[in-house]
């Protein structure tokens, strides 16, 4: 039984001729076929492959350099975009193949984990963070000067202490309690 012409055109679209260009960033390249054809006109069956190199181009994006094969065209563009970010970006999915394209979701994603990472910092953090009672140490730490500073430190040191024991005794423990003990126990003291 034959397979219908729909089966064809898809086998055709999944078929790849030239696999070793899906390893690399081959910029539509693929092997080629053609004939040697000497004096005598004995024509033999002969095949040439693309110039295929292996190189570290440098991604701004990821910091350091990326190790690839690549054909000496994907090399030319890359350089006429002006960088492997914005080639791997600008490239049709076609051209690119599946190394091209792991490229393009890899630096897609470190850019998305950046962004948050920025806007993670832009944001104030919590009232009851650690980080929010050290920022208002380092102004009162302006305000007051070094000498009046080390004091605050002391007497926060005094007061965790003080907590710690406290929590303990709450507790009913034997020994002093360890820090997330003492955190829960004012959490609960809190909500009460």
Known sequence: M?????????????????????????????????NNVPFSKHKSRRTWLPNVQQKRIPSATLGMPIRVKLTTRALKTIKKHGGLDKYVEKTPAVLLGHEGMRLRLMLRDTRKEAKDVKEARRKPPPEDSLLARRLDLLKQKRMLGARKLTDKVQHTLESARMAREEATKALGLTSLASPEQTMQYLRTKRVK
């Not at 086998?11 to 690399?24: A, E, I, T």
């Open 2 to 34: 034959f397979p219908t012409s729909l089966l064809q055109q898809v086998q055709q679209v999944l078929s790849q001729p030239f696999k070793r260009s899906q390893f690399g960033l081959f910029q539509g390249k693929n092997k080629q076929y053609g």
